[in-house]
């Protein structure tokens, strides 16, 4: 389907400019821009979620369990690094998009210019710390002395090339807020084609294992950029650009990208340090149960690996949805922001619930696609299921967290972004696995994964207590403003 070009040749009475196709996020059907917004960036989270788990396939069909372990100790650092991208990419869409609803249009590609300048610096700094301080990184992740060697060299080669990735999935944020949602989704799934062309090619036909998974993983990262930053620069329908003269260093700016997207990046952060902990804690209870601690960072690196897949597409829902609020909310019409919200909502528990169904239905087909079997195999389906739990409810309290990050409401999100992964999560990992085996019949190992749904339903509640305040704050502005109703959101039915 042809895109609309964004530029349009019609003016506006009140300012005389020329109208915006972006001005029709404040005039159109909510439905259909979620959809149109919502769609690319789920396909496109999809394939972005592909990455790690075609790194997980290749390697645990070409390695073995090891290939596995080594993917989910280098997971954590591979969140931090998505983080970082999101740090200063989706705080610098979220603050372009707000300037386009208050038509500050000529602050917009100061944003744009700053933000690829901040994802530079990052990158740069990253490929510092992989080369300089690798070996206590490592050590902090819980990498155990018989995979040390092998995970060392993916995680080397993934963060020395690590430019390709924050530049090309922190810039993309700006093709949707550009109008170009179909673009910013065929750039990442080109990258991801590549991502796994690849790993064919140098994992399954060279032989060359996870120095192999990583370089196909970078490479891919590449692909994706190109085409983002050509665009960006040189897009000829395109109401902004990337130019020159627009990235010189503005530290205040910086301090307000970073602060919209602090809540995205925490998000990262919090999980990294979960899956740090993690890997600890099976690495210590694997040790004492009889599929090792390889096996257990292999089985529930599966489950995670899942997992992320499953929330992928539903952050593809808060990404669009992020677009739609922040316009809205900019533009004061809180009828539409209301709209955006609990069709948000509907949208992200839909898409959890579908793989809930899947994982509860058919989870041996899933676990056997990693090359896992036997024992290994029964405990990696146990995993799952028990950490999925609560899925129907997370789509909730997903988006309240990014709605008060797309409203600029930093504070708020990054508070709701920490409370599942580390507020209760980690008390959680510390202290169930000694309790829960004298109060029901599991062992250590399998109560780890209950620390999952208990957190999910302590954060869904704490959820609940600030966004039902703000929505009844926007329906009090609805009101004084003389907007139509807006039908009861998810959260006040």
């Known amino acids: 389907m042809a895109e609309e070009h964004i530029v349009e040749e019609s003016s506006t009475p009140e300012n005389g400019r020329k109208a915006l196709s972006t001005d029709r996020l404040g005039t159109g059907s909510i439905l259909k821009l979620l959809l149109e917004f919502s769609i690319p960036a789920i396909i496109m989270m999809t394939f972005n979620a592909l990455y790690n788990i075609v790194d997980s396939i290749f390697l645990g069909q070409a390695v073995g369990d090891a290939g596995i372990a080594v993917t989910t100790l280098a997971f954590p650092i591979m969140v931090i690094l998505m983080g970082l991208s999101a740090l200063a990419g989706q705080g610098g869409n979220a603050l372009a998009a707000i300037q386009l609803g208050e038509d500050k249009v000529n602050e917009v590609e100061r944003t744009v210019g700053n933000t690829v300048l901040l994802l530079i610096i990052i990158a740069v700094i990253i490929a510092l710390v992989g080369i300089v301080f690798i070996d206590p990184l490592l050590a902090l992740v819980g990498t155990t002395p018989e995979l040390y060697d092998m995970t060392k060299l993916f995680v080397q080669i993934v963060m020395i090339g690590f430019i390709f990735q924050c530049i090309g999935m922190g810039a993309n944020n700006f093709l949707r807020t550009e109008g170009k949602p179909m673009l910013a989704l065929g750039t990442s799934v080109f990258g991801t084609v590549m991502c796994i062309v690849f790993n064919f090619l140098l994992v399954m036909m060279m032989g060359l294992g996870v120095a192999g998974s990583a370089f196909a993983t970078i490479i891919g990262q590449g692909c994706s950029m190109v085409p983002v930053m050509w665009y960006l620069v040189k897009g000829k329908d395109a109401p902004f650009h990337l130019k020159l003269s627009r990235m010189k260093p503005d530290v205040r700016l910086w301090g307000t990208i970073l602060s919209l997207g602090v809540a995205s990046f925490i998000m990262q952060v919090a999980n990294a340090i979960i899956n740090t902990i993690l890997n600890q804690t099976l690495a210590y209870y694997g040790a004492l149960d009889p599929i090792g601690a390889s096996g257990a960072l292999a089985a529930i690196g599966v489950a995670g690996r899942v997992n992320g897949f499953a929330f992928m597409p539903a952050v593809?829902?808060?990404?669009?949805?992020?677009?739609?609020?922040?316009?809205?909310?900019?533009?004061?019409?809180?009828?539409?922001?209301?709209?955006?919200?609990?069709?948000?909502?509907?949208?992200?528990?839909?898409?959890?619930?579908?793989?809930?169904?899947?994982?509860?239905?058919?989870?041996?087909?899933?676990?056997?696609?990693?090359?896992?079997?036997?024992?290994?195999?029964?405990?990696?389906?146990?995993?799952?299921?028990?950490?999925?739990?609560?899925?129907?409810?997370?789509?909730?309290?997903?988006?309240?967290?990014?709605?008060?990050?797309?409203?600029?409401?930093?504070?708020?999100?990054?508070?709701?972004?920490?409370?599942?992964?580390?507020?209760?999560?980690?008390?959680?990992?510390?202290?169930?696995?000694?309790?829960?085996?004298?109060?029901?019949?599991?062992?250590?190992?399998?109560?780890?994964?209950?620390?999952?749904?208990?957190?999910?339903?302590?954060?869904?509640?704490?959820?609940?207590?600030?966004?039902?305040?703000?929505?009844?704050?926007?329906?009090?502005?609805?009101?004084?403003?003389?907007?139509?109703?807006?039908?009861p959101t998810p959260a006040q039915a």
């Not at 990696?380 to 129907?392: D, S």
């Not at 920490?418 to 599991?442: E, K, M």
């Not at 957190?455 to 703000?470: K, N, Q, V």
Request: glycine letters at 8%; charged letters at 10%; a positive charge.
């Open 316 to 487: 593809g829902v808060l990404m669009g949805a992020q677009t739609l609020i922040g316009y809205n909310y900019g533009a004061r019409k809180w009828d539409r922001v209301l709209k955006s919200y609990a069709l948000g909502v509907l949208f992200a528990t839909i898409i959890i619930t579908f793989f809930f169904v899947l994982i509860h239905v058919i989870p041996g087909p899933i676990v056997q696609l990693f090359g896992v079997s036997g024992d290994l195999e029964a405990f990696c389906i146990y995993a799952l299921q028990v950490m999925t739990a609560m899925f129907p409810l997370v789509g909730f309290q997903m988006m309240s967290s990014n709605y008060f990050q797309s409203t600029g409401q930093s504070m708020k999100a990054s508070l709701l972004s920490l409370t599942r992964q580390v507020l209760f999560l980690i008390p959680l990992l510390l202290l169930l696995p000694q309790f829960l085996p004298g109060l029901i019949d599991c062992t250590a190992l399998q109560a780890v994964c209950f620390t999952y749904p208990l957190a999910d339903i302590l954060s869904i509640l704490t959820t609940g207590a600030f966004i039902i305040p703000e929505l009844l704050k926007l329906r009090r502005r609805q009101r004084e403003a003389g907007q139509p109703p807006t039908p």
